[in-house]
C-alpha cells in the first residue's frame, strides 16, 4: 500500500512537472511589447528613415510598426478604435477628440511656434492693419488651430469675432479664392503660409507671436501611456534629437522635408528657417494652453460640451 501510494505521489508530480515546465517556457518567451506610431509627413517619417529608434527600443524588446496618414484627425480615429498607440496633431483635433470621448492621452510637445501661421493679404491690398479686416471676407479651415488664432488676434485688437465675414475653406479651396481675389485675408499655416509668400507674393498682415503659442503635440491612449511610461521617455527623446538636428542643419532638414512634402526647397527653407525647434514631455501648465482653446470652442459652439483636458493626460505629469 505504502509502495503504491508513493509511486501515485511521484506520477501526479512527475504530470504536475511536465504541466509547469511548458508553462515557464511560455513565460520565457512571453510576447514583445509593441508600439504602433501614426505619423503625418513630417518629423516622426524622418525618425522612421533614421533607425534610431528601433535601437533604443531593442534592449525593452519593444517592436515598432509605422502607419502614415494624412491628417491628425484621421490618426485619432485610429487610435480612438485601437489601431495605433502614438502620433502627432496639431492642437485642435485633440480636442475635438477628446469631446467626442476617444481615450487620448497628450504626452509630449513642441515649443511654441507662432510664426508659422499668419494672417495673409494680397499683394497690393488696402489692409495694412488688423483692425482694417473688420468687414472683410477671412477664409480659414473651421476647428483648426489658426481658428483660435483669429478669434485672439481679434480680440487683442479690439475686434469681436462677428466683425470680420468668415468663409470656412480648407487650404486648397482657400488658396484658389485668395487667387481669385475673392476672400481679402486668409489664415493659414505652414507650409501653405509659405507656398503663399513665396509664389503668390501674399504679405503677412499679423503672426501669431504674442498672441497664441502654435503648438504641435504627440499624443497616445491613456491605457498605453500608463503602462508604458518608459516607451513614451525614449519616444520623445528621440524626437526632440530630431529638433535639434533640424536646428542646427537647417538646410539638410529643409532638403529632406522638401523632399517628404514635395515643396520646392525654397519654400521649404522659410519653414525651417522660422520655426522654433524642441519636444518635451507634456506639463500641466502646456494643457493650461490647450485648455483655453477648448473654451473658446466650446463658446463658439465647436464642441458639444465643455472638457478638462487635464482628463486627457497620463497620471503623474508635472
Keep these: 500500500m505504502t509502495l503504491h501510494s508513493s509511486k501515485?505521489?511521484?506520477?501526479v508530480q512527475g504530470a504536475a512537472a511536465a504541466i509547469a515546465l511548458p508553462s515557464l517556457a511560455a513565460l520565457a518567451q512571453a510576447p514583445a511589447r509593441q508600439l504602433r506610431i501614426g505619423h503625418q509627413k513630417g518629423v516622426l517619417s524622418l525618425l522612421?528613415?533614421?533607425?534610431?529608434?528601433?535601437?533604443?527600443?531593442?534592449?525593452?524588446?519593444?517592436?515598432?510598426?509605422?502607419?502614415?496618414?494624412?491628417?491628425?484627425?484621421?490618426?485619432?480615429?485610429?487610435?480612438?478604435?485601437g489601431s495605433i498607440d502614438f502620433g502627432d496633431v496639431?492642437?485642435?483635433?485633440?480636442?475635438?477628440?477628446?469631446?467626442?470621448?476617444?481615450?487620448?492621452?497628450?504626452?509630449?510637445?513642441?515649443?511654441?511656434?507662432?510664426?508659422s501661421e499668419a494672417v495673409l493679404v494680397p499683394k497690393g491690398s488696402a489692409i495694412r492693419s488688423v483692425a482694417d479686416l473688420k468687414g472683410k471676407k477671412v477664409a480659414l479651415n473651421k476647428g483648426s488651430n489658426v481658428h483660435y488664432f483669429l478669434v485672439k488676434l481679434l480680440e487683442k485688437h479690439g475686434l469681436g469675432y462677428g466683425d470680420v465675414n468668415l468663409a470656412f475653406l480648407p487650404p486648397s479651396d482657400a488658396r484658389a479664392a485668395f487667387e481669385k481675389g475673392s476672400i481679402d485675408a486668409w489664415v493659414i499655416w505652414d507650409p501653405f503660409l509659405a507656398a503663399a509668400e513665396k509664389t503668390l507674393e501674399a504679405k503677412v498682415l499679423a503672426d501669431a507671436t504674442d498672441v497664441?503659442?502654435?503648438?504641435?503635440?504627440?499624443?497616445?491612449?491613456?491605457?498605453?501611456?500608463?503602462?508604458?511610461?518608459?516607451?513614451?521617455?525614449?519616444?520623445?527623446?528621440?524626437?526632440?534629437?530630431?529638433?535639434?538636428?533640424?536646428?542646427?542643419?537647417?538646410?539638410?532638414?529643409?532638403?529632406?522635408?522638401?523632399?517628404?512634402?514635395?515643396?520646392p526647397q525654397p519654400v521649404v527653407d522659410v519653414v525651417v528657417g522660422r520655426a522654433n525647434y524642441g519636444t518635451r514631455p507634456i506639463t500641466k501648465a502646456?494643457?493650461?494652453e490647450q485648455q483655453k482653446i477648448a473654451d473658446t470652442f466650446f463658446s463658439l459652439g465647436l464642441i458639444p460640451k465643455k472638457i478638462n483636458v487635464l482628463d486627457a493626460a497620463a497620471a503623474g505629469i508635472a
Aim: charge should be positive.
Design 48 to 81: 522612421k528613415g533614421r533607425g534610431t529608434l528601433e535601437k533604443r527600443l531593442a534592449p525593452l524588446k519593444v517592436s515598432l510598426k509605422w502607419t502614415e496618414f494624412t491628417a491628425g484627425p484621421v490618426q485619432l480615429e485610429a487610435l480612438n478604435v
Design 90 to 115: 496639431g492642437e485642435a483635433p485633440p480636442i475635438f477628440a477628446q469631446a467626442a470621448g476617444a481615450p487620448l492621452a497628450y504626452v509630449a510637445a513642441t515649443v511654441p511656434r507662432p510664426q
Design 8 to 11: 501515485r505521489r511521484q506520477l
Design 286 to 288: 502646456v494643457l493650461a
Design 212 to 263: 497664441v503659442g502654435n503648438r504641435a503635440y504627440y499624443f497616445s491612449s491613456l491605457g498605453y501611456a500608463e503602462k508604458n511610461a518608459d516607451v513614451i521617455r525614449i519616444l520623445t527623446e528621440e524626437i526632440d534629437r530630431v529638433d535639434q538636428w533640424g536646428q542646427t542643419n537647417k538646410s539638410a532638414f529643409a532638403a529632406e522635408l522638401s523632399q517628404l512634402w514635395g515643396i
